[in-house]
């Protein structure tokens, strides 16, 4: 019996069946055993020893592992074909001989780049050693990030409240983002305009041209810098009667197809195209690699997800020929394959680009067997391969001249006709925005015939405006294309690196585009002050280099991480006296510019000067959850607010609400309706707060009424709120009607959570777009019909569990979606979508939920005992009420101590 150990429980069903029964093929769910989260895992004065640790879900594998070796003749380790796959074989292998179960077997590592019947035999016939210079690669990376984690992150802690952690990569990435919003934050546009006209050619069809040169002068962009000048050249051409072509060129080029995906260009066009994010992309084509049924048999759908290389198979190469001359035809077909070449920076092309393993099975062919995600992007590959093997697209270029009254004015034309499409007939690759409002239009449009000499008439002028534009904020495309060119990081890492910088709380999403939280650029601020060869971008790239060296053999590992350590420490040596007014000083400089910009309208108007006290000076301060900007004469000024650049409609909202804005009298009551900021938000109040409600009393003083309050709904502009939206608002809650099912009322408020509707006790949210207080009964009732059942409601079927066949099941509860097994309860880890959720996931999570609950049962005699106690002291009852809660309080935290 031969034992085979692979990452996923899918690509272990699959590959058992290709071995047959004289194979036992396990899982191993990724890594075993990692370094443990605490100081001294990574020890630098022992030459870097490390020290692993197997946690509960790898004891449970490796207890599996560790079974099925018993009596065996050979191990095979076939887990995923790159560093990270040799890593694991290479821990799995370890722990077995630290475990003295490999006595007399054979160890071999199987890699094989697509999960097909033919890729796995071959692999099989040619197992080798475990690769020592991939596996230092992996234990020189792994080191590097522990020691830049485990040692900058608690120097943070200490210097900077708020912040969480920093990385040897995530924190250049997050710099880059934080030094694009500084540029966008300091911007200013400038006013250009342009002059078209519309002309006729002598065939009677009409083009567009542009005012290119004026009195003899080629006019540049910020030439026309106003309406005026703009205005005064399309006098010129008005007067202008005499049009004539000055010259006509035409060239003809060729634009070639794109090479097939690596893992950095499948996630930008997923992006652009398809609108995943990177993770999501990850995790679709991991489905797609490990394979899905067809005609009883699973099969791998793409090739190993993982990679760098553009290089292809000659077999797929020729099968793909074969496919654009049976499809397209021979005029499709190049005279030659291509054969293309990585120019990423730092590439490693060991396995071949991502591309179907079977060029015959078309997207049109799996839709019955893929789910929608599956099918997109197994699409979005299929395309790409097929496209990069056929015949370039030829395009015809012509640019026209045409003078205006001689060489007092001149106007250009350009357009392109495609002669040849080519491979476009097929796929065109999505691109980022241009820059500054910059466009390919006039590239693509194209031009009635011209030739020189031809008088055009005119049929109108256009003046136009227009600003430059900040550069863009980064997208997922867009950072992964700066990240591979700039060779930090691996594209395989790119996914999990953009996760945790958003799960760290800084950055975050918003219209698919990187923002910084507040959080995220003090830490970048601390880092580029008093870290700053940490997060430059050659040093991250040049770090990576070395990496690739020690994988190639042409560097040692441990030396790698000498030369490391010997700066580093010194480096964080040196802020063991940093005090945090010399943090709070370097903050302030370095963001001070951006949170304190100049008014070019007002240039003597100091941006510091409090709004507030009109003395004080603003700058940045520290608090217990982070940065915020303040008054310098606190404590006699109490003035704050968020960080953030004057302008922003938070700010805005914050200075305009230092002191309560009085709105009317309440027609009532005759009390002041005022509205006002707090430190949960915009709310408005009736009537004024009582002496003894402020400061410590409220608590103590329960004759003290306090005056009825309520928040601002989402969305809801404080300068909108005029007297009757308030005092609507402070009838909260109110009745809408009666349910024409149930006759009992239906009411609507405002909640922890928003906006409202209620029956009986069904909450149901009003939607963004839809006031509160303006909805009527009809709409709530639908509203209310809609509304999933309580609990999660029966859920969605996933499957039947495969240990015990329990039905697994989906639901949406109060606090995000969960799936559900038996007395298995699991909510969603972050990042998993619940549309994509796969039965194999599921089964995971499950596993993972079991395993950190199964000591539960054990606590149920210590409940019996404690309800039995009240019994047999009934008089004691109160007395003893307060034990018992002091007991429940301390339980948590001796619980969190011992972990």
Request: proline content about 7%; overall charge positive; glycine content about 8%.
């Amino acid at each position: 019996m031969n034992v085979v150990v692979v990452e996923s429980p899918a690509k272990a069903k699959t590959i058992n069946k290709y071995l047959g029964k004289d194979y036992h093929v396990l899982a191993s769910y990724g890594h075993v055993r990692d370094l443990p989260p605490k100081d001294g895992s990574v020890d630098p004065d022992r030459d870097f020893a490390m020290l692993w640790q197997v946690d509960e879900r790898g004891e449970k594998r490796l207890r599996e592992i560790a079974q099925a070796v018993k009596g065996a003749e050979r191990l095979y380790l076939a887990t995923d074909p790159d560093r990270e796959g040799e890593a694991i074989s290479w821990h799995i292998a370890e722990e077995l001989r630290r475990r003295k179960v490999l006595g007399g077997i054979e160890v071999k590592r199987v890699v094989f780049n697509e999960v097909t019947r033919t890729a796995v035999v071959q692999a099989f016939e040619n197992a080798r050693e475990l690769n020592q210079e991939l596996i230092e690669a992996y234990l020189a990376r792994r080191a590097l990030d522990y020691l830049v984690g485990f040692t900058l992150s608690p120097v943070l802690w200490r210097k900077l409240p708020g912040s969480r952690s920093a990385g040897r990569v995530q924190s250049v990435v997050l710099r880059m983002i934080c030094e694009r919003e500084a540029e966008i934050e300091v911007f200013r546009p400038r006013e250009y305009w342009s002059v078209d006209a519309t002309l006729t050619a002598p065939n009677g069809e009409a083009f567009t041209a542009h005012l290119t040169r004026l009195d003899g002068r080629k006019l540049d962009r910020y030439d026309l810098a106003d309406e005026a000048a703009a205005r005064q050249a399309a006098g010129v051409l008005e007067a202008t009667a005499n049009f004539a072509v000055a010259t006509v060129e035409r060239k003809t080029v060729r634009r070639n197809p794109y090479p097939p995906f690596t893992t950095s260009t499948l996630q930008q066009e997923a992006s652009r195209k398809l609108g995943f994010g990177a993770t999501r992309t990850m995790r679709v084509a991991q489905k797609l690699y490990e394979g899905i049924d067809l005609g009883g048999e699973t099969v791998g759908l793409i090739t190993y997800m993982r990679t760098d290389g553009v290089q292809v198979a000659n077999e797929a190469i020729q099968a793909t020929r074969q496919l654009v001359s049976d499809q397209y035809g021979d005029d499709y077909l190049p005279s030659t394959p291509r054969f293309y070449k990585s120019k990423a920076k730092n590439a490693q092309e060991a396995h071949e680009a991502i591309r179907p393993t079977t060029l015959s099975r078309r997207p049109q062919d799996l839709a019955r067997s893929l789910d929608p995600d599956g099918l997109r992007l197994y699409e979005l590959i299929w395309t790409r391969m097929v496209a990069s093997q056929m015949e370039s697209a030829r395009l015809d270029q012509v640019a026209v001249d045409i003078g205006a009254d001689g060489d007092r004015a001149g106007l250009r034309a350009t357009g392109s006709v495609v002669v040849f499409d080519g491979f476009l007939t097929l796929y065109q690759e999505s691109r980022d925005e241009a820059k500054n409002g910059g466009s390919n239009k006039d590239s693509d449009r194209r031009l009635p015939k011209l030739n020189e000499g031809d008088a055009v008439q005119r049929q109108a002028i256009l003046p136009e405006q227009h600003f430059t534009q900040p550069p863009p904020r980064y997208s997922e495309a867009s950072m992964v294309k700066n990240l591979e060119e700039m060779g930090i990081g691996r594209p395989s890492t790119y996914a999990s690196i953009m996760q945790v910088l958003q799960d760290r709380d800084y950055v975050r999403l918003d219209k698919r585009r990187f923002v910084p939280e507040d959080r995220g650029r003090l830490v970048t601020a601390f880092l580029s002050s008093f870290f700053p060869r940490y997060v430059q971008y050659n040093f991250t790239a040049d770090m990576e280099t070395q990496l690739d060296d020690i994988s190639g053999g042409r560097e040692n590992w441990k030396t790698v991480l000498r030369q490391f350590w010997e700066a580093f420490s010194e480096a964080i040596g040196g802020t063991k006296d940093l005090s945090i007014t010399a943090v709070i000083d370097a903050l302030d400089s370095d963001l001070g510019p951006h949170f304190f910009p100049t008014n070019p309208d007002k240039p003597d108007v100091d941006p510091r000067a409090c709004p507030a006290c009109g003395t004080g000076r603003l700058g940045l301060r520290l608090g217990r959850s982070g940065g915020f900007i303040g008054c310098s004469s606190y404590p006699e000024c109490r003035y704050t607010r968020p960080l953030a650049v004057p302008g922003d409609g938070e700010t805005d909202d914050h200075v305009a609400l230092i002191q309560p804005r009085e709105l009317g009298l309440d027609p009532e009551t005759n009390l002041p309706v005022t509205l006002r900021k707090g430190p949960f938000g915009i709310y408005v109040q009736l009537g004024e707060t009582p002496e003894k409600v402020k400061g410590k009393a409220k608590k103590k003083d329960k004759d003290v009424e306090k005056p009825k309050r309520c928040s601002l709904p989402k969305g809801m502009a404080p300068d909108d709120i005029t007297l009757p939206i308030a005092l609507a608002l402070l009838s909260l809650p109110r009745e809408i009607g009666m349910h024409p099912e149930s006759g009992t009322p239906i009411t609507a408020g405002i909640g922890r959570y928003g906006p409202y509707v209620k029956h009986g006790s069904t909450y149901c949210s009003v939607p963004a777009d839809e006031s509160v207080l303006d909805i009527g009964l009809n709409r709530a009732v639908t509203l209310i019909a809609e509304a999933p059942a309580k609990g999660g409601g029966s859920g969605k079927a996933l499957a039947d569990h495969p240990a015990d066949g329990k039905p697994i099941t989906l639901h949406s509860g109060r606090y995000g979606p969960y799936i559900k097994c038996g007395r298995i309860i699991a909510s969603l880890p972050k990042g998993v979508d619940a549309e994509t959720l796969t039965v194999e996931r599921a089964v995971e999570i499950l596993a993972a939920r079991a395993e950190k609950t199964k000591g539960a049962p054990k606590a149920k005699p210590a409940k019996k005992a404690k309800a039995k106690a009240p019994a047999k002291k009934a008089p004691a009852k109160k007395a003893k009420a307060k034990p018992a809660k002091k007991s429940t309080r301390r339980k948590p935290a001796a619980r969190k101590a011992a972990s």
